[in-house]
């Protein structure tokens, strides 16, 4: 078992995310995260889906998803041929900002994005496993709250979606 991303080019169509995650599930595979944004195309969405399986799997799924209506193409990805990144967001009470926080803080280049009257909120981008070795370590900071995005990726291939949309 590998980990894959699949990128998916949608028109932005109701139930679109839906008929697609469906696969997975009559498939009985698990998604490990998924993120939904505008792509650099108008009108035009890409749906990056984080997975654990097998290249065979990965490959029959990425057809399936192609024959989706709505689907302009999908693209399937081992880690080396993307670029990825996650945020997480981490609430930490005030009273828990001490010298060793910030050193915390520092060591791992995140960054206090806000402060209210009884949490700071500190940003952290990094991959998953960056972020969650964050996470046990602010543990002990008596941690609030704790949130991460899907992987947020580009393709290191130059194959373009611009071929496909003629």
Excluded: C, W
Excluded at 16 to 43: K, M
Excluded at 54 to 77: H, N, R, T
Excluded at 108 to 118: G, M, T, V, Y
């Amino acid at each position: 078992m590998n980990r894959y991303t699949i990128s998916v080019f949608t028109e932005n169509f109701i139930g679109i995310l839906n008929r697609i995650t469906i696969i997975f599930t009559r498939r009985g595979i698990n998604i490990d995260a998924l993120t939904a944004s505008e792509s650099r195309e108008d009108g035009i969405y890409k749906i990056t889906i984080e997975l654990t399986t097998s290249e065979e799997q990965v490959i029959q799924l990425s057809k399936q998803i192609e024959k989706i209506i709505d689907v302009i193409k999908a693209f399937y990805y081992t880690d080396d041929q993307v670029v990825y990144q996650e945020i997480a967001l981490y609430k930490i009470p005030i009273e828990s900002l001490d010298p060793r926080l910030e050193k915390v803080i520092r060591q791992f280049n995140a960054h206090i994005i806000a402060a209210e009257k009884d949490f700071v909120v500190i940003e952290f981008t990094g991959h998953k496993e960056d972020t969650q070795s964050l996470l046990e370590i602010l543990k002990e900071f008596n941690i609030l709250e704790f949130a991460r995005s899907g992987r947020v990726a580009v393709a290191k291939p130059m194959d373009t979606l611009d071929k496909y949309l003629k």
